[in-house]
């Protein structure tokens, strides 16, 4: 799912055109040539100029109603809450298309600008798993504050007449009638250069969580090692049978993520469980999770005596060539669940990560936006890049109907309260849980 059709970029193997163009031999040596440099350019050009009509549309919200972001809600209406709001949309994971990164093998392409939106949104999907799996699930990016956007400047107006006596906040700007602890004025990439206050009790906290926030980062670094980067996502999508430059469902990269988090060393204590035919078999999640099942797994963590904690993701379809209206206060619903570490779908052809919604309207992160690739091995490398200061939202109506939805539980109670919750609020079952192994479900329909 992409905003434009992939690039006319040429494989070692086969010298074919992908976009559908004329073909052309590839370099002798495999390396991307002045055509596809320039491909590149012209490519990234392309999406961000797309991304920056996107960005530059006004985006409104309700102060009269909750704005629901990864199972937390914010009441609109007070300085204190917009502030919560705020840290905790910067603090999500924004995973784009990048250029100018190590060639990916098989092919010339340095670049996913184009065909790699759908793994983009997996990633930031895996990564919100990450965060509160190894973070406190209220932990918030302490640099957060350095990041103000416009679209914020529309809650607060310029007097307070104008607001029906409600006093609307100027994002990280204390009041006068407050005492501050520590100011800095700062200027951020697409922000403001404005005065932040910081008082908040949890960011001592915070700020000594930053290396593994930092390390989470670094482990979707646009380089071959790293383990959910861009390349480890295309070669385990080789198995799937997708390349570098093809277009990925949000079906397959729950797979790949699968796969790609069973492959590495780096993530302890942590399985992914990915549901078969809109069911989640949970003697399955449990014979995946319960280490003292398999006597050869010894891994001591504090979600509890062997038992792993487990990102639980369900593939479903929920209409035919547009969402089922039926189905959007189930959507919402599970949105709003704590459980819920987001969607991966978007709209047709545009893969974007929802992380919540508000009224009818679904709150997104988006992909498309090409920067620069950031060399994560660099100690102290620039995070800015890594979070996004701009809200989006969308319509329910505009959504496409096939998608993935991800869960998180950190332990067996956890996972029971799980099933439980998402059993009250999808009462439409566009997926269902039942107590037993994919196996004896096939054995049971084949007697």
């Given at each position: 799912m992409?905003?434009v059709?992939?690039?006319?970029?040429?494989?070692?193997?086969?010298?074919?055109?992908?976009?559908?163009?004329?073909?052309?031999?590839?370099?002798?040596?495999?390396?991307?040539d002045?055509?596809?440099?320039?491909?590149?350019?012209?490519?990234?050009?392309?999406?961000?100029?797309?991304?920056?009509?996107?960005v530059?549309?006004?985006?409104?919200?309700?102060?009269?109603?909750?704005?629901?972001v990864?199972?937390h809600?914010y009441?609109?209406?007070?300085?204190?809450?917009v502030?919560?709001?705020?840290?905790?949309?910067?603090s999500?994971?924004?995973?784009t298309?990048?250029?100018?990164?190590?060639?990916?093998?098989?092919?010339?392409?340095?670049?996913?600008?184009?065909?790699?939106?759908?793994?983009?949104?997996?990633q930031?999907?895996l990564?919100?798993?990450?965060?509160?799996?190894?973070?406190?699930?209220?932990?918030?990016?302490?640099?957060?504050?350095?990041?103000?956007?416009v679209?914020?400047?529309?809650?607060?107006?310029?007097s307070?007449?104008?607001?029906?006596?409600?006093?609307?906040?100027?994002?990280?700007?204390?009041?006068?009638?407050?005492?501050?602890?520590?100011?800095?004025?700062?200027?951020?990439?697409g922000?403001?250069a404005?005065?932040?206050?910081?008082k908040?009790?949890?960011?001592?906290r915070?700020?000594?969580?930053?290396?593994?926030?930092?390390?989470?980062?670094?482990?979707f670094?646009?380089?071959?090692?790293?383990p959910?980067?861009v390349?480890?996502?295309?070669?385990?999508?080789?198995?799937?049978?997708?390349?570098?430059?093809?277009?990925?469902?949000?079906?397959?990269?729950?797979?790949?993520?699968?796969?790609?988090?069973?492959?590495?060393?780096?993530?302890?204590?942590?399985?992914?469980?990915?549901?078969?035919d809109?069911t989640?078999y949970?003697?399955?999640?449990?014979?995946?999770?319960?280490q003292?099942l398999?006597?050869?797994?010894?891994?001591?963590?504090?979600s509890?005596?062997?038992?792993?904690?487990?990102?639980?993701?369900?593939?479903?379809?929920?209409?035919?060539d547009?969402l089922?209206?039926?189905?959007?206060?189930?959507?919402?619903?599970?949105?709003?669940?704590?459980c819920?570490?987001g969607?991966?779908?978007?709209?047709?052809?545009?893969?974007?990560?929802?992380?919540?919604?508000q009224?009818?309207?679904?709150l997104?992160?988006?992909?498309?936006y090409?920067?620069?690739?950031?060399?994560?091995?660099?100690?102290n490398?620039?995070?800015?890049s890594?979070?996004?200061?701009?809200?989006?939202?969308?319509?329910?109506?505009?959504?496409?109907?096939?998608?993935?939805?991800?869960f998180?539980?950190?332990?067996?109670?956890?996972?029971?309260?799980l099933?439980?919750?998402v059993?009250?609020?999808?009462?439409l079952?566009?997926?269902?849980?039942?107590?037993?192994?994919?196996?004896d479900?096939?054995?049971?329909?084949m007697?």
């Amino acid at each position: 799912m992409n905003s434009v059709s992939p690039s006319a970029v040429q494989y070692v193997g086969g010298g074919t055109d992908v976009g559908g163009g004329a073909t052309r031999e590839a370099t002798t040596a495999g390396e991307p040539d002045e055509v596809d440099k320039l491909k590149t350019k012209l490519m990234s050009a392309w999406n961000n100029v797309k991304y920056g009509w996107s960005v530059k549309s006004k985006t409104t919200f309700n102060k009269s109603s909750p704005v629901t972001v990864m199972g937390h809600s914010y009441l609109l209406n007070s300085e204190d809450e917009v502030e919560r709001f705020r840290r905790a949309f910067v603090s999500r994971l924004w995973l784009t298309y990048r250029r100018e990164f190590p060639q990916l093998e098989g092919s010339t392409l340095t670049t996913d600008c184009g065909w790699g939106c759908m793994l983009r949104s997996g990633q930031m999907l895996l990564a919100q798993g990450l965060l509160v799996h190894l973070l406190p699930r209220d932990w918030s990016w302490p640099d957060a504050q350095q990041f103000a956007d416009v679209d914020f400047e529309a809650l607060r107006p310029r007097s307070p007449s104008r607001a029906g006596g409600v006093p609307i906040p100027s994002f990280g700007y204390s009041s006068s009638s407050r005492t501050p602890t520590t100011t800095q004025k700062t200027s951020m990439p697409g922000g403001t250069a404005l005065n932040h206050t910081q008082k908040r009790p949890e960011l001592g906290r915070d700020r000594q969580a930053e290396p593994l926030h930092r390390r989470v980062v670094a482990w979707f670094g646009d380089e071959p090692p790293a383990p959910f980067g861009v390349h480890q996502l295309v070669e385990l999508g080789k198995s799937s049978g997708k390349k570098a430059g093809d277009w990925y469902g949000p079906s397959v990269v729950a797979h790949i993520l699968r796969k790609a988090v069973a492959k590495t060393s780096e993530v302890h204590n942590l399985a992914v469980y990915v549901a078969q035919d809109c069911t989640v078999y949970t003697k399955d999640v449990v014979h995946l999770c319960d280490q003292s099942l398999n006597q050869s797994v010894s891994d001591p963590e504090p979600s509890g005596p062997g038992w792993k904690s487990v990102i639980i993701l369900v593939p479903v379809r929920l209409g035919g060539d547009s969402l089922n209206p039926s189905y959007i206060k189930c959507v919402r619903n599970i949105l709003r669940l704590e459980c819920c570490i987001g969607i991966i779908g978007g709209k047709p052809k545009h893969s974007l990560f929802f992380i919540g919604c508000q009224d009818d309207q679904l709150l997104y992160l988006d992909p498309h936006y090409c920067q620069a690739v950031v060399d994560v091995t660099q100690d102290n490398f620039p995070l800015e890049s890594f979070h996004c200061s701009s809200p989006r939202k969308m319509p329910f109506s505009r959504m496409d109907p096939s998608c993935t939805i991800g869960f998180y539980a950190k332990n067996k109670k956890d996972f029971e309260s799980l099933c439980s919750a998402v059993c009250v609020v999808s009462n439409l079952y566009i997926f269902t849980f039942i107590d037993l192994f994919d196996a004896d479900m096939i054995d049971r329909c084949m007697s």
